[in-house]
């Protein structure tokens, strides 16, 4: 069992004007289906007695997906997972470096690395279906995805359910010897380029996702620049309106002073290799990928080996707008690293573009590497596995027995009910709505709530019994909690789909 981190927030105070500034706008946060996630206070008043809990996650014993058909040469790495919970199906995007299917020894493989799919029932046991679409040797028996201009070194799909034309529904970034390209699809299978010249240049990792307020298209990427007297990986942003003409990159996200207190030599390092981003209600939720990077001595036939290695991990950071971001302290990391010589013991490379929710839980699945970034193979194999968290678990909002509380910024609730995910179990939890000047509502007091004492992801808030909530107007959401941890709020609204 890992510990978890604390950050202290007693008297809390975030002033009216700095929320505006941040967003909470006369119109109120939207409060739907994306929750309000409490990694950092993007959607938050004010909070007194407070205590934020960063949770690592719980991984499984031995990776999801591996490397066991003859095209893929011992490395694959997580681009997307996503899951329908209409169907309860899986979706998996993988890359892999491609082996032809005639290749006698090992080291034998294709410049590229390609886009693979597969699929699951579980999220536990994959298939790799037979799509015919990439030509491995003299054989389409494979579940290889064609795209044109070859494959990428790093990527993710995006599902774009607010895309009018069905045959751009799925969202390709990926970056190839050309630079960073764009694909479009109808079913997340066959593909088709936006441009055949890339749409951003340089780099090697790239992870997208999608502004839900300004309906932008967010690309994180990978570029190198001095920090510190170094020339460091480090993260860059650039945004579209039509995933084909891209924003001059800027620099969002890199290696502070406190990331290098573990440097021993002039050489030592640590550098950002890639980060995933997704949003909640108030922002977003950043996974960088943390690289501790030290001189290697390698013999020239290992084959994957680089001039440097070190260990990877995979931290938590958030965001109000994408752009500056603040950090857990301290730096733990959200998914632990398993012990020497396992799957996952040597680095977390990175993580898909964004969690899934199943069943009162959420997952996250990773590339996993059994050695330091820079190992040889053998003995390195590159690996995906999955992290699990109570449903948006982590982070958490906690109160002691002398109890504490916490005010939201104004939200625009977008259903009849607000759904609170809080483990209220050896203690209580009350709700209350306030104008969006923070004025009391008749009806909706915390003299009126209903007592909260359990555990559950999906309390229905209620007043007297009545559950209807205010969506007319902004509202802010208070608690009152003793013994009890709050991890996260929404007002689900039923798919069109």
Same mark, same amino acid.
């Given at each position: 069992?890992?510990?978890?981190?604390?950050?202290?927030?007693?008297?809390?105070?975030?002033?009216?004007?700095?929320?505006?500034?941040?967003?909470?706008?006369?119109?109120?946060?939207?409060?739907?289906?994306?929750?309000?996630?409490?990694?950092?206070?993007?959607?938050?008043?004010?909070?007194?007695?407070?205590?934020?809990?960063?949770?690592?996650?719980?991984?499984?014993?031995?990776?999801?997906?591996?490397?066991?058909?003859?095209?893929?040469?011992?490395?694959?790495?997580?681009?997307?997972?996503?899951?329908?919970?209409?169907?309860?199906?899986?979706?998996?995007?993988?890359?892999?470096?491609?082996?032809?299917?005639?290749?006698?020894?090992?080291?034998?493989?294709?410049?590229?690395?390609?886009?693979?799919?597969?699929?699951?029932?579980?999220?536990?046991?994959?298939?790799?279906?037979?799509?015919?679409?990439?030509?491995?040797?003299?054989?389409?028996?494979?579940?290889?995805?064609?795209?044109?201009?070859?494959?990428?070194?790093?990527?993710?799909?995006?599902?774009?359910?607010?895309?009018?034309?069905?045959?751009?529904?799925?969202?390709?970034?990926?970056?190839?010897?050309?630079?960073?390209?764009?694909?479009?699809?109808?079913?997340?299978?066959?593909?088709?380029?936006?441009?055949?010249?890339?749409?951003?240049?340089?780099?090697?990792?790239?992870?997208?996702?999608?502004?839900?307020?300004?309906?932008?298209?967010?690309?994180?990427?990978?570029?190198?620049?001095?920090?510190?007297?170094?020339?460091?990986?480090?993260?860059?942003?650039?945004?579209?309106?039509?995933?084909?003409?891209?924003?001059?990159?800027?620099?969002?996200?890199?290696?502070?002073?406190?990331?290098?207190?573990?440097?021993?030599?002039?050489?030592?390092?640590?550098?950002?290799?890639?980060?995933?981003?997704?949003?909640?209600?108030?922002?977003?939720?950043?996974?960088?990928?943390?690289?501790?990077?030290?001189?290697?001595?390698?013999?020239?036939?290992?084959?994957?080996?680089?001039?440097?290695?070190?260990?990877?991990?995979?931290?938590?950071?958030?965001?109000?707008?994408?752009?500056?971001?603040?950090?857990?302290?301290?730096?733990?990391?959200?998914?632990?690293?398993?012990?020497?010589?396992?799957?996952?013991?040597?680095?977390?490379?990175?993580?898909?573009?964004?969690?899934?929710?199943?069943?009162?839980?959420?997952?996250?699945?990773?590339?996993?590497?059994?050695?330091?970034? /820079? %190992?040889? #193979?053998?003995? !390195?194999?590159?690996?995906? $596995?999955?992290? &699990?968290?109570?449903?948006?678990?982590? +982070? *958490?909002?906690?109160?002691?027995?002398? /109890? %504490?509380? #916490?005010?939201? !910024?104004?939200?625009?609730? $977008?259903?009849? &009910?607000?759904?609170?995910?809080?483990? +209220? *179990?050896?203690?209580?939890?009350?709700?209350?709505?306030?104008?969006?000047?923070?004025?009391?509502?008749? $009806?909706?007091?915390?003299?009126?709530?209903?007592?909260?004492? *359990?555990?559950?992801?999906?309390?229905?808030?209620?007043?007297?019994?009545?559950?209807?909530?205010?969506?007319?107007?902004?509202?802010?959401?208070?608690?009152?909690?003793? *013994?009890?941890?709050?991890?996260?709020?929404?007002?689900?609204?039923?798919?069109?789909?």
């Amino acid at each position: 069992m890992h510990k978890a981190f604390r950050l202290i927030l007693a008297l809390c105070f975030v002033p009216a004007s700095v929320a505006l500034l941040r967003g909470a706008t006369a119109q109120g946060i939207p409060l739907r289906n994306l929750p309000l996630l409490f990694a950092d206070d993007s959607g938050l008043e004010r909070m007194v007695l407070i205590v934020r809990t960063v949770h690592p996650g719980r991984t499984l014993e031995k990776p999801t997906l591996v490397a066991d058909q003859p095209w893929e040469y011992l490395r694959v790495y997580v681009a997307t997972v996503h899951y329908n919970p209409a169907v309860r199906k899986f979706r998996m995007w993988y890359f892999a470096r491609i082996r032809p299917s005639n290749a006698g020894g090992a080291g034998v493989e294709s410049p590229d690395t390609k886009l693979l799919y597969a699929t699951s029932d579980d999220g536990l046991r994959w298939d790799k279906p037979v799509l015919g679409l990439y030509a491995v040797g003299d054989s389409t028996a494979n579940n290889v995805l064609e795209f044109e201009g070859g494959g990428g070194g790093e990527g993710n799909v995006m599902v774009d359910d607010e895309e009018a034309d069905p045959a751009r529904r799925y969202k390709l970034l990926l970056h190839n010897r050309r630079g960073y390209m764009a694909g479009y699809s109808a079913d997340g299978i066959r593909w088709n380029e936006y441009s055949a010249k890339p749409v951003l240049a340089q780099g090697d990792t790239i992870k997208g996702t999608k502004n839900p307020s300004t309906g932008e298209y967010m690309a994180y990427h990978k570029r190198s620049a001095f920090v510190r007297g170094f020339p460091r990986r480090v993260v860059w942003l650039s945004r579209s309106r039509d995933f084909l003409t891209w924003s001059e990159p800027g620099l969002v996200f890199g290696a502070d002073e406190a990331d290098d207190e573990w440097s021993r030599g002039p050489e030592d390092r640590t550098e950002v290799y890639l980060m995933a981003v997704f949003p909640h209600a108030a922002g977003f939720i950043g996974f960088p990928s943390i690289f501790r990077h030290t001189p290697h001595i390698f013999k020239k036939e290992e084959v994957g080996a680089t001039p440097t290695t070190g260990p990877m991990d995979i931290q938590l950071a958030a965001s109000r707008d994408g752009k500056v971001w603040t950090r857990s302290w301290p730096r733990l990391a959200i998914i632990p690293r398993g012990a020497p010589g396992t799957f996952d013991g040597g680095s977390i490379y990175n993580t898909a573009s964004e969690p899934v929710d199943v069943d009162g839980e959420t997952w996250l699945y990773y590339t996993a590497i059994n050695t330091g970034h /820079g %190992g040889p #193979i053998p003995p !390195k194999s590159v690996t995906i $596995g999955r992290a &699990q968290w109570r449903l948006h678990g982590f +982070a *958490s909002l906690d109160a002691g027995p002398e /109890g %504490g509380s #916490i005010e939201t !910024k104004p939200l625009r609730l $977008g259903s009849p &009910q607000l759904v609170v995910n809080a483990d +209220a *179990s050896r203690g209580r939890l009350q709700v209350a709505l306030l104008e969006a000047d923070g004025r009391p509502i008749s $009806g909706y007091s915390l003299n009126e709530s209903d007592d909260f004492s *359990s555990d559950s992801t999906r309390w229905i808030a209620r007043w007297k019994g009545k559950a209807d909530v205010i969506t007319d107007r902004p509202v802010r959401v208070l608690f009152e909690m003793r *013994s009890a941890r709050l991890y996260s709020i929404s007002c689900p609204v039923p798919s069109k789909r």
